[in-house]
């Protein structure tokens, strides 16, 4: 059984930065693209950006220019670095292969507020 553990979240104010870490158990994360997710209060859950095994990225629209995806293949571990945070962003992420989907994780709270 794969396991997803996110960390990293917290508060952070508008214009403030947060890096998230995704875990992935074993080598489940050996030639898988891997994306991040959000879930703010009331929606639905929503993709966020998108690693490929090579590195190629995507992000929704809301998110370029401020968030950025990476993963270090050696530490079985996927990252998402949010700048210039709005309260928009203030959601559950979670992390999880596009393509296969592993049972989710809790994910990592992140609130963005002054």
């Known amino acids: 059984q794969v396991q997803l553990v996110e960390s990293g979240g917290g508060l952070a104010q508008p214009g403030g930065s947060l890096r998230l870490s995704c875990l992935v158990s074993?080598?489940?994360?050996?030639?898988?693209?891997m994306g991040w997710y959000r879930q703010a209060p009331g929606k639905q859950r929503e993709w966020v950006a998108l690693i490929t095994w090579f590195s190629m990225t995507n992000y929704t629209d809301s998110v370029k220019g401020r968030f950025t995806i990476s993963r270090d293949n050696g530490k079985n571990t996927v990252y998402l670095q949010m700048n210039n945070l709005k309260p928009e962003d203030t959601a559950l992420y979670y992390c999880?292969?596009?393509?296969?989907?592993?049972?989710w994780g809790q994910g990592t709270q992140v609130t963005v507020s002054s």
């Open positions: 999880n292969s596009p393509s296969r989907p592993w049972t």
């Open positions: 074993g080598s489940a994360l050996r030639g898988k693209s």
